[in-house]
């Protein structure tokens, strides 16, 4: 991995490229990420009703993928969802997938 | 002076004018609008036959509430579901940041998938929005974004309407 090419993935994201936490179909909690590092510390503050809701439509892993453009991380995401946890366990190994992929990310710029 | 005639008086249109923003109206126009309100495919003769005035003087009075506003359009209530358009609808509440909230609602206004935008005040300023979509994904995919990005959305509460037990327009009565 290149440095530009995680700075890339580590930019600040615009309003309409931020991903929005919603709890089910058109409610929004108000949380929002606009970046990958804010993602990572919202994981850890968002009902986990909301984790579940993403998960498990596949919204985190299109938001990688489409948006921060890291196939790594939305690969990862995937990893979690087929280990179908529910949550605080959902939680915490979004968290692990994440913040260990913001690691490398950071130490590779 | 026959009874169309009585009530075919110009003097009265002069009452029509603005007072409040509210249009002044006499009993003839009152009828009037109940009459096209309950079926306005009827012509001009036939309110005037049910209102014991001539045809014209329904044609004038019509005329007249069309230019000052009363009559806002004239339209037709289709059943979407006959023509197999299953449409799903939600009512939208966005609570707002109040110094953003005009220039959310006039954004939803916007919107081709917003039908109707109103604004509330209980403890927060609230925007309550009927919305259309063809399923849920397309929905929550309009909501997501294009709603909860626009500055000053604090956050959303959306309830998908499941069962419709009435809906009417405001039907006015006879003054």
């Given at each position: 991995?290149t440095?530009?090419?995680?700075?890339?993935i580590?930019?600040?994201?615009?309003?309409?490229?931020?991903?929005?936490?919603?709890?089910?179909?058109?409610?929004?909690?108000?949380?929002?990420?606009?970046?990958?590092?804010?993602?990572?510390?919202?994981?850890?503050?968002?009902?986990?009703?909301?984790l579940?809701?993403?998960?498990y439509?596949?919204?985190?892993?299109?938001?990688?993928?489409?948006?921060?453009?890291?196939?790594?991380?939305?690969e990862?995401?995937?990893?979690?969802?087929?280990?179908?946890?529910?949550?605080?366990?959902?939680?915490?190994?979004?968290?692990?997938?994440?913040?260990?992929?913001?690691?490398?990310?950071?130490?590779?710029? | 002076?026959?009874?169309p005639?009585?009530?075919?008086?110009?003097?009265?249109?002069?009452?029509?004018k603005?007072?409040?923003?509210?249009?002044?109206?006499?009993?003839?126009?009152?009828?009037?609008?109940?009459?096209i309100?309950?079926?306005?495919?009827?012509?001009?003769?036939?309110?005037?036959?049910?209102?014991?005035?001539?045809?014209s003087?329904?044609?004038?009075?019509?005329?007249?509430?069309?230019?000052?506003?009363?009559?806002?359009?004239?339209?037709?209530?289709?059943?979407l579901?006959?023509?197999?358009?299953?449409?799903?609808?939600?009512?939208?509440?966005?609570?707002?940041?109040?110094?953003?909230?005009e220039?959310?609602?006039?954004?939803?206004?916007?919107?081709?998938?917003?039908l109707?935008?109103?604004?509330?005040?209980?403890?927060?300023?609230?925007i309550?929005?009927?919305?259309?979509?063809?399923?849920?994904?397309?929905?929550?995919?309009?909501?997501?974004?294009?709603?909860?990005?626009?500055?000053?959305?604090?956050?959303?509460?959306?309830?998908?309407?499941t069962?419709?037990?009435?809906?009417?327009r405001?039907?006015?009565?006879?003054?």
């Amino acid at each position: 991995m290149t440095p530009s090419s995680s700075a890339r993935i580590l930019r600040a994201l615009s309003r309409n490229n931020a991903f929005y936490f919603f709890t089910s179909v058109g409610n929004y909690t108000g949380q929002r990420a606009m970046s990958l590092e804010e993602f990572a510390h919202k994981i850890r503050e968002v009902e986990a009703a909301s984790l579940e809701f993403h998960l498990y439509r596949g919204d985190f892993e299109k938001w990688a993928d489409e948006v921060l453009e890291d196939r790594e991380l939305s690969e990862r995401i995937s990893a979690v969802k087929l280990l179908e946890p529910v949550g605080n366990a959902l939680r915490d190994q979004l968290d692990f997938a994440v913040s260990k992929r913001l690691e490398e990310l950071k130490s590779a710029q | 002076m026959n009874k169309p005639e009585r009530l075919f008086n110009i003097s009265r249109f002069k009452k029509m004018k603005l007072k409040n923003q509210a249009v002044s109206l006499d009993a003839l126009d009152w009828q009037i609008l109940q009459a096209i309100q309950e079926n306005s495919k009827q012509t001009y003769s036939e309110v005037g036959r049910q209102l014991g005035v001539a045809h014209s003087t329904v044609y004038d009075r019509i005329r007249k509430l069309e230019k000052n506003g009363v009559i806002k359009k004239w339209t037709v209530d289709i059943d979407l579901e006959k023509l197999g358009l299953n449409y799903m609808t939600a009512r939208m509440t966005v609570y707002t940041d109040p110094k953003e909230s005009e220039n959310v609602a006039k954004k939803l206004s916007e919107a081709k998938e917003v039908l109707e935008v109103s604004m509330s005040l209980s403890e927060e300023l609230l925007i309550i929005a009927k919305v259309l979509a063809r399923d849920q994904d397309s929905l929550h995919s309009f909501i997501a974004k294009k709603v909860a990005p626009l500055q000053g959305v604090l956050r959303i509460r959306t309830s998908i309407i499941t069962k419709k037990i009435k809906e009417e327009r405001f039907l006015i009565e006879k003054k």
